[in-house]
C-alpha cells in the first residue's frame, strides 16, 4: 500500500526557469494538499484540491503559482519564472473523504527546490 | 483564524526520560482537530496522533500520549521513555473540522535525546 507520491525529491532550477512538482496520493484518497515549508521554519498551507477542483487557494501566491488535480493523474504544483526566495521543501499530503475516519493527512517525502 | 504556538525552539532530553512538547492554540471555531507530527532530519512528515475537540479522553498511541486541556486550550505531546530516534522536529498542527480543510502548523520543537 504505497504512501503519497511525490517526484522529484530534488529539483534545481535556474532563476526564471519553470518548476513543476509532481504528487500521486495515496490510494483512496481524494483530497490533496499542498504546503511549503522555507528553512528552519514549520509548514505552510497553499492550496487545497480535490478532483478536477480547486477548493481552497487562499495560501498560493497570486503570481507565478498554479496548481492542478486533473480527472487522471498526478496532482501538480508549477512555479513560473522562479526566484531564489521559492527555493524551499515543497510537501503534498492526501485524505480520505471526510466521514471516512480520522482523514488525517498523510504527507508524501517532499520535494526540495533549491533555485540558484 | 487559527493559530498555533511552540514556545519552545528546542529542547535536549536524556534518553529513557519522558519528555512533554508545549502546544497551545487559537480558534474560533467551535469542533477542530489537533495533531502532531514529526519530522526527523531525512525530512519526511510523520503523523503521530489526533485529538478531536469533542473527544472526552486524552488521545494516546503507544509511547505518545496528548494532554488536552481545552479550557487553557493547550495540547501537550507527551513522549514516554524517550529513545535516540526520538530526535527530531516535532509539529503541532490544527484543522477545523468543518469546511476549512487546511493545517495550521506551529514553527516546532527541535527534540535532541541525549545518551
Known amino acids: 500500500n504505497a504512501g503519497v507520491m511525490q517526484n522529484p525529491r530534488h529539483l534545481v532550477r535556474r532563476r526564471g526557469q519553470e518548476a513543476r512538482l509532481r504528487c500521486s496520493p495515496m490510494?483512496?484518497?481524494?483530497?490533496v494538499y499542498w504546503y511549503r515549508q522555507l528553512p528552519e521554519e514549520g509548514l505552510k498551507f497553499m492550496v487545497y484540491?480535490?478532483?478536477?477542483?480547486?477548493?481552497?487557494e487562499s495560501g498560493m501566491p497570486k503570481e507565478r503559482f498554479s496548481a492542478e488535480f486533473p480527472k487522471e493523474g498526478p496532482s501538480i504544483l508549477r512555479i513560473q519564472q522562479v526566484v531564489r526566495g521559492d527555493s524551499a521543501a515543497y510537501f503534498c499530503a492526501s485524505s480520505r473523504p471526510r466521514g471516512q475516519g480520522i482523514d488525517e493527512q498523510y504527507f508524501g517525502p517532499g520535494t526540495r527546490l533549491t533555485v540558484t | 483564524a487559527q493559530k498555533i504556538t511552540q514556545t519552545q525552539p528546542g529542547m535536549f532530553v536524556q534518553e529513557k526520560e519522558a519528555v512533554t512538547l508545549d502546544c497551545t492554540y487559537d480558534?474560533?471555531?467551535?469542533?477542530?482537530?489537533l495533531f502532531w507530527y514529526k519530522q526527523p532530519s531525512s525530512g519526511e512528515m510523520i503523523f503521530l496522533i489526533y485529538?478531536?475537540?469533542?473527544?472526552?479522553q486524552n488521545a494516546t498511541e503507544g509511547r505518545y500520549s496528548l494532554n488536552f486541556q481545552k479550557a487553557r486550550k493547550s495540547a501537550n505531546l507527551v513522549i514516554s521513555a524517550s529513545q535516540l530516534g526520538d530526535s527530531a522536529m516535532y509539529f503541532c498542527a490544527m484543522r477545523a473540522n468543518f469546511g476549512n480543510e487546511k493545517l495550521t502548523f506551529g514553527t516546532g520543537t527541535r527534540l535532541t535525546i541525549i545518551p
Open positions: 485529538q478531536g475537540s469533542y473527544d472526552q
Open positions: 480558534t474560533s471555531d467551535p469542533s477542530y482537530g
Open positions: 484540491l480535490q478532483k478536477e477542483n480547486i477548493i481552497d
Open positions: 490510494k483512496g484518497h481524494s483530497h
